[in-house]
């Protein structure tokens, strides 16, 4: 079983939709989490961090359900410029601050 | 100000033969990480630095695979005898060394095929 599960997709949605993507992880002593986003052929970026209590940065909504090991992120309005694949990723306490990557999940956002 | 720089962005060699890719952090960066990542995979874990010193090589697939950082700087990836398996990207990254968390800046990449 893989640490950081996501659906890959593709998740193919029409311009101003609303999109969601989850994840699971299996180490409950994960410490903290975050959404990179990563571009065709281009490096991950950091989209957001993920706490608790949910955030929120514009049309990105992020949860985290530590009890579940359970991460979405909802993306309301959807662009064109979204068209990426969304990485799910986690950080262990005691692994130094290596990161551990799911997947993917891409999406194509339509006209 | 610049970011994470890898050379080369694209290599191409012959099974059996030896490679180095090169890393340079952001300027004032302590921690430095080299990830793999496969074709429709996310990126794995390879080996990270803090400064000088390897603080953990776990994700190293075998002995062919080896990292320095001698200046606390630039780091160099280096693959012996390599094998058709071994073609990826190649990703660096590099963070302030901060307690944790500590947001991860990624390179480009380099793009290794190995015929």
């Known amino acids: 079983r893989k640490e950081v599960e996501q659906d890959p997709g593709p998740f193919n949605v029409p311009e101003g939709a609303t999109v969601a993507f989850n994840c699971t992880y299996s180490?409950?002593?994960?410490?903290?989490f975050f959404w990179y986003r990563q571009d065709c052929r281009k490096e991950p970026k950091l989209l957001m961090s993920?706490?608790?209590s949910g955030n929120e940065d514009g049309r990105f909504t992020a949860q985290l359900n530590r009890a579940s090991q359970y991460i979405s992120l909802l993306i309301r309005d959807s662009k064109l410029s979204d068209s990426a694949t969304y990485l799910c990723v986690v950080n262990l306490r005691n692994a130094g601050n290596m990161l551990t990557f799911g997947g993917g999940t891409r999406l194509m956002v339509k006209p | 100000g610049a970011g994470v720089s890898q050379t080369p962005s694209n290599k191409v060699t012959e099974k059996g033969k030896y490679v180095e890719l090169r890393c340079d952090p952001i300027s004032g960066h302590t921690a430095l990480y080299w990830y793999r990542q496969s074709l429709g995979q996310g990126p794995e874990f390879l080996i990270y630095?803090?400064?000088?010193?390897?603080?953990?090589d776990s994700g190293l697939p075998n002995d062919r695979f080896f990292a320095v950082r001698p200046e606390g700087s630039v780091s160099t990836l280096k693959i012996q005898r390599t094998e058709r398996g071994d073609s990826a990207v190649y990703l660096c990254a590099s963070s302030r060394g901060l307690a944790f968390p500590d947001t991860q800046y990624f390179g480009p990449g380099t793009r290794l095929t190995v015929l």
């Open positions: 630095f803090q400064g000088t010193g390897a603080a953990d």
């Open positions: 993920v706490y608790s």
């Open positions: 180490n409950s002593a994960s410490q903290s």
